[in-house]
């Protein structure tokens, strides 16, 4: 991995404002933004379509083909709702996005129009902390971090704790 900069993983459950904070890291911290969902869809890395939950099925094998060179640069920021899958070695943080607020997590995702079933399921995977627990799971727990995001107030100590967190990698 690059000298330069860090390969960071944002993480969360859908809704939680991870994209959000990912373009403000962007715009203040010069990394190169992988939204995977996006690519997903751009690059066909779909296995097939889940109709009971309305959504894609992420083929995780053509990501990680397409991810591994880019990866080996440094200097990525990674922003997926799951986190399990990718390669330890590819990440220096993990950031994982929160809302607790539930009533603010189910209007964002209702005004995504997600079906009864996908709104259900997201919000109890935010309630058991699903993805913490996932990202504790696959790293080192002292390159995992919690950002909360359920007002603009909090994205903004988000923020500060993700340069804080680069000014720290930096200095090693």
Not at 17 to 23: A, D, F, L, N, V
Not at 38 to 55: H, L, R, V
Request: with cysteine; proline share 3%.
């Amino acid at each position: 991995m690059a000298d330069t900069l860090p390969n960071i993983l944002v993480t969360g459950t859908p809704g939680v404002g991870k994209s959000y904070i990912c373009q403000q890291i962007q715009e203040q911290l010069k990394l190169k933004w992988l939204d995977c969902s996006k690519i997903a869809k751009e690059k066909n890395f779909i296995e097939e379509f889940d109709e009971e939950y309305d959504c894609p099925i992420l083929d995780e094998d053509k990501l990680m083909d397409y991810m591994e060179p880019l990866m080996q640069e440094g200097g990525y920021l990674v922003e997926y709702h799951g986190c399990d899958f990718f390669p330890e070695r590819w990440f220096n943080a993990v950031f994982v996005v929160t809302c607790s607020n539930n009533t603010i997590l189910y209007d964002r995702l209702k005004e995504r129009n997600y079906n009864e079933k996908k709104l259900k399921s997201n919000l109890e995977c935010e309630i058991f902390g699903t993805i913490m627990e996932e990202a504790r799971d696959s790293y080192k727990p002292e390159i995992v971090f919690e950002l909360k995001s359920e007002t603009k107030k909090d994205a903004e100590k988000s923020l500060k704790i993700v340069r804080d967190w680069l000014k720290k990698w930096k200095r090693k």
